[in-house]
């Protein structure tokens, strides 16, 4: 069954701002490191950003670092990707995934055989 949810995409102009949501429905998100990726028209799977568990500790890739912010509200097991000063390049569908253990640095290594649907953004130049 599904485990996790994506929303909150759409289509902005370069400089916009989006909040993606990443929901859990049969798991705890709060016992979990979450993590976003896109594919992109370059990239297949490129990872984005990832929260910890332990500590809410953060990890973000270069090319979003100071304009994403990943933060999580456990009350509603919702992990959210704040995306502000978009470009055309972060144009892509966007993915959540999660790990039990290990660390924010993990994703960048580690296969997952469950995917979401995604949710689609678009950023026009």
């Known amino acids: 069954q599904v485990q996790l949810e994506e929303s909150g995409g759409g289509m902005v102009q370069t400089g916009g701002s989006l909040r993606l949501s990443c929901s859990g429905t049969?798991?705890?998100?709060?016992?979990?490191?979450v993590a976003w990726f896109r594919r992109t028209p370059e990239k297949e799977r490129e990872f984005v950003a990832a929260?910890?568990?332990?500590?809410?500790?953060?990890y973000y890739n270069d090319p979003v670092k100071g304009r994403f912010s990943i933060s999580r509200d456990n009350a509603k097991n919702t992990v959210f990707l704040q995306m502000n000063n978009l470009k055309p390049e972060d144009t892509g569908v966007y993915y959540c995934?999660?790990?039990?253990?290990?660390?924010?640095?993990?994703?960048?290594?580690?296969?997952?055989?469950?995917w979401g649907q995604g949710t689609p953004v678009t950023v026009s130049s």
């Open positions: 929260i910890s568990w332990y500590d809410n500790s953060t």
């Open positions: 049969e798991i705890t998100l709060s016992s979990y490191n």
């Open positions: 995934n999660k790990l039990r253990g290990g660390s924010v640095y993990s994703f960048r290594t580690v296969g997952f055989s469950r």
